[in-house]
Structure formats: structure tokens, C-alpha cells
T-cell receptor, first 112, second 113 residues
Framework: NAGVTQTPKFQVLKTGQSMTLQCAQD?????MSWYRQDPGMGLRLIHY???????DQGEVPNGYNVSRSTTEDFPLRLLSAAPSQTSVYFC???????????FGQGTRLTVV | AQSVTQPDIHITVSEGASLELRCNYS??????LFWYVQSPGQGLQLLLK??????LVQGIKGFEAEFKRSQSSFNLRKPSVHWSDAAEYFC???????????FGTGTRLQVFP
């Protein structure tokens, strides 16, 4: 009954550090995506994937990299963290056709 | 381009009063429409969804929403608000074969006793 699992839940980084936010789903969903949530901005799409080996950019992709080597995992990489990347990050997954998107519980990232 | 507008940033209501949260969307095809709720420090919980069919959809916690194609709207309603409904509410539009959702900026609901 795991659904979408995000790790870590909280993280503090120094400017310039790199890290990877992990996202895993156990529902065999084709579609996965990453959003960031900032006050007054709602959730904005960073990157998304329509299947293993296929990724594309969303609204705010700069500063983030993704890859999708397996159906289950969709990690989000920050190569050189900046204070502007302080945010709450949500991963989501969805099956095909008329189906719902499931969200992880979020990762709260602070860059100092 | 797809977009979602939630014109009300912050709404305050008294407990027991009725509620309507507005959502307008822009989308080239038949949209999938969603309302999510987020309590402080929590993730997103789906309240209800519209894919097709009956334009009045019922959700959890006594919420409902009506899809009006002519007005490009999907407003969320509740006849009697409870204090526990205080949260932030997000409207979102999506497409069939992607989980690419476009979210509105959210409406923060405050409930007074």
C-alpha cells in the first residue's frame, strides 16, 4: 500500500551543493512528474516522464535534471543548489487513460 | 496553452456558512479537472475529479463541483463549512495520457467559529 514514496522528507543544503530527491512508485504507472510548490504560486511542473527512458521539461526546468531508467523510479537532481530552489517538492505518478494522479507526501528543501 | 485561474487568494467564512471557490481554466480540448486540498504541512488530497459525463460531481468531505463548459469553470462548493475545512485548495487541469497537471495558485480558506 505504498503508492508514491518520496525521500527525504526534509533537507537543508548549502548553496552550490548537489543532491538527488528520490521518488518511487509501486503501481506500475507510466507517467511520473515533479512539481515545486511555492507560496502564492501553486504547484509548478518541473519535469515529467511518459515512460522509462522518456523525459520532458515542464514550466520551470532550469537547475534540475531528471532521468527515468526504470518504470518505478524518477529521481530529481539538483546539480548546484541555489536559494531560489528552496521549496516543497512533490512527485506524482499516474496510469494511462482516465486515471488519477497520486502524489507523494513532499520533500521540504531549504537552500542556505 | 493550458492555464488555471483561481481568482480568490484568501477566503474567510463562518462555520456553518456555505462556500464556493472559483476556478476558471483554459484548455484546447476536453479537460480533466480536479480539486485538491492541502492542510498545513501536508501533501495533496484529491477532493473530486471530472473526466466526463455528469457535470455535477460529488467528492469527499461533502464537497461538490460543477463543470460549466460555456463558462470554462469548475467551481467547488460546500453547503455548510466545518472548522476542519480550513486549508488551501487547488484546482488543476490535465489531459488524458499524461499526468501533466496544471495547477492554479490556490485559495486559502479560513473558517471562523
Amino acid at each position: 500500500n505504498a503508492g508514491v514514496t518520496q525521500t527525504p522528507k526534509f533537507q537543508v543544503l548549502k548553496t552550490g551543493q548537489s543532491m538527488t530527491l528520490q521518488c518511487a512508485q509501486d503501481m506500475n504507472h507510466e507517467y511520473m512528474s515533479w512539481y515545486r510548490q511555492d507560496p502564492g504560486m501553486g504547484l509548478r511542473l518541473i519535469h515529467y516522464s511518459v515512460g522509462a527512458g522518456i523525459t520532458d521539461q515542464g514550466e520551470v526546468p532550469n537547475g534540475y535534471n531528471v532521468s527515468r531508467s526504470t518504470t518505478e523510479d524518477f529521481p530529481l537532481r539538483l546539480l548546484s543548489a541555489a536559494p531560489s530552489q528552496t521549496s516543497v517538492y512533490f512527485c506524482a505518478s499516474k496510469g494511462g487513460g482516465f486515471s488519477l494522479a497520486f502524489f507523494g507526501q513532499g520533500t521540504r528543501l531549504t537552500v542556505v | 496553452a493550458q492555464s488555471v485561474t483561481q481568482p480568490d487568494i484568501h477566503i474567510t467564512v463562518s462555520e456553518g456558512a456555505s462556500l464556493e471557490l472559483r476556478c476558471n481554466y483554459s484548455y484546447g480540448a476536453t479537460p480533466y479537472l480536479f480539486w485538491y486540498v492541502q492542510s498545513p504541512g501536508q501533501g495533496l488530497q484529491l477532493l473530486l475529479k471530472y473526466f466526463s459525463g455528469d457535470t455535477l460531481v460529488q467528492g469527499i468531505k461533502g464537497f461538490e463541483a460543477e463543470f460549466k463548459r460555456s463558462q470554462s469553470s469548475f467551481n467547488l462548493r460546500k453547503p455548510s463549512v466545518h472548522w476542519s475545512d480550513a486549508a488551501e485548495y487547488f484546482c488543476a487541469v490535465g489531459a488524458e495520457n499524461t499526468d501533466k497537471l496544471i495547477f492554479g495558485t490556490g485559495t486559502r480558506l479560513q473558517v471562523f467559529p
